[in-house]
C-alpha cells in the first residue's frame, strides 16, 4: 500500500516513530475498530482513533445529544443538541479525517442485533454505562474471538483493560472480573452521581491509546491487567486480573 502526499503529511509523526513506521500507519488504515457508545468515553476516543487513520470505525449508540451531555461528550456541540450522537460523531470524524470510513448505528446493542453489528471489526472498545450491554458485548467478543478494550467512569475514578481471551492462556475476559450483572442502575451513573468532565477525557483518551497499541504492536499489551486511576490525587495503579477457571463464557470446556 502506498501513501498520497497528503498521507504522509498526515501521519508524519507516527511514521517517523521507529515503533510505528509506515507498517503501522498501514495496520491502522486497514483496521476496523467499533467503538459502543459515542458518550463521555466514546467522544474522545472516537476523535483520536480518526486522527490517527484508523480505516473504519463503527459507532453504536441509540442516544441523541442532550445539553448536559457537552460538559464532558467533547465531539459534541451545542448545535447538536437533540441529534442523534451517532450522526454527530460521525460528521466531526468526517471533517477531522476523510480518510476514515464511518459506519453509524443508531440502535442499542441487543442479543439480536450483536453479532451483526460485531462481527465484521477487528477490535471493540466498549464505552457504555451500564452493565448488561457491558456483558453482551463481552460474551460476543469472546465467542468471535475480538479483541475487547474496556474504559469504565465515576465522578473522579476510571478504569481500563483489555480483554482477549482467545490470545494466551489464563488471559481473562470481563466475566472473569464481574461474573453477573449487578440489579438495574446498582452505582449509577454520571446523572446520579455527576462527573467531574475532564475524568470522561482522561479514561477514553487513554482508552482509544490502547486500541492504537493493539493495532500497531507498540509496547505491552494491558490484556490480564487493569488500569485503576483516581484524580483527586492523580494516582495510577494496575491490578492484574486473571482468568477465572470456572468462567462459563471464556473457560467453557475447560477442565
Sequence with gaps: MDFTDDQLERYSRHIILKEVGGAGQIALMNAKVLVVGAGGLGAPMLLYLAAAGVGTIGIVDDDAVELSNLQRQVIHT???????????????IRALNPDVTVNIYPERLTPANVIRIIADYDIVADGTDNFKTRHLVNDMCVALEKTLVSGAL????????TFKPHAGE???????????????NEGGTCADHGILGAVAGMVGTMQALEVLKEITGVGESLAGKMMLMDVRDMSMRKIKLPQDPNCRVCAKGED
Excluded: I, N, W
Design 78 to 92: 451545542t448545535p447538536d443538541v437533540g441529534r442523534p450522537k451517532v450522526e454527530s460523531a460521525a460528521e466531526k
Design 154 to 161: 465515576s465522578s473522579y475514578t476510571g478504569q481500563l483493560a
Design 170 to 184: 489464563g488471559l481473562p475476559c470481563y466475566r472473569c472480573f464481574l461474573p453477573h450483572t449487578p440489579p438495574r
